[in-house]
Antibody
Framework: QLQLRESGPGLVRPWETLSLTCTVSGGPINSVSHYWGWIRQSPGTRLEWIGSIFHSGTTYYNPSLQSRVTISVDTSKNQFFLKLTSVTDADTAVYFCASHLGFGEIWWLDPWGQGTLVTVSS | DIVMTQSPDALAVSLGERATIDCRSS????????????LAWYQQRPGQPPKLLFYWASTRQSGVPDRFSGSGSGTDFTLTISSLQAEDVAIYYCQQYYGTPYTFGQGTRLEI
């Protein structure tokens, strides 16, 4: 059974880069039937899809964040990564990684990691 | 972007009673080539990540109690809990995966 776990700094200074790692266990990240995604949840706002990646490195980003986001994957470590540059207060959120099931297209998110709170503050 | 709008924002239901949550998409999420609605429902309990309840709008995820049901097609969808239990207190979200950016409803807070 797939399990995902986020890790990374809980505090990032304004205008610096947020970097998170998602470690996948219980199955290979190079599965042909899974994509891997990042979603965030700010207090009082709805869930926001940040972007997703296939093990080949093909990425899909939310246009609202595309200029600042990079998602990458390391199949040898069964991990994928999120980098968000030039962060501001608006990027303070709980960041989740999750798996999408999908065969040639991206479907629902299951399972999700527990989430990690990232606060942007000086 | 496809905008997902849920109603109501919050709902209080007595134990054992029925709860109904609606979700509307700003454009159809029914893919004509396979006749599937690209819509999922999630439950988020306090302090927990979202948990998948339904995909393809009405296919119940393994382990989800059958008091939960999903219905609808095109742009209008409904999540129904037939007999509310205490453990159903949560925020419920719909999400479309028809096209990027994948988008969520604002959430419906279900209380007893």
């Amino acid at each position: 059974q797939l399990q995902l776990r986020e890790s990374g700094p809980g505090l990032v200074r304004p205008w610096e880069t947020l970097s998170l790692t998602c470690t996948v266990s219980g199955g290979p990240i190079n599965s042909v039937s899974h994509y891997w995604g990042w979603i965030r949840q700010s207090p009082g706002t709805r869930l926001e899809w940040i972007g997703s990646i296939f093990h080949s490195g093909t990425t899909y980003y939310n246009p609202s964040l595309q200029s600042r986001v990079t998602i990458s994957v390391d199949t040898s470590k069964n991990q994928f990564f999120l980098k968000l540059t030039s962060v501001t207060d608006a990027d303070t959120a709980v960041y989740f990684c999750a798996s999408h099931l999908g065969f040639g297209e991206i479907w629902w998110l299951d399972p999700w990691g527990q989430g990690t709170l990232v606060t942007v503050s000086s | 972007d496809i905008v997902m709008t849920q109603s109501p924002d919050a709902l209080a239901v007595s134990l054992g009673e029925r709860a109904t949550i609606d979700c509307r998409s700003s454009q159809s999420v029914l893919y004509s080539s396979n006749n599937k609605n690209y819509l999922a429902w999630y439950q988020q309990r306090p302090g927990q990540p979202p948990k998948l309840l339904f995909y393809w709008a009405s296919t119940r995820q393994s382990g989800v109690p059958d008091r939960f049901s999903g219905s609808g097609s095109g742009t209008d969808f409904t999540l129904t809990i037939s007999s509310l239990q205490a453990e159903d207190v949560a925020i419920y979200y719909c999400q479309q995966y028809y096209g990027t950016p994948y988008t969520f409803g604002q959430g419906t807070r279900l209380e007893i």
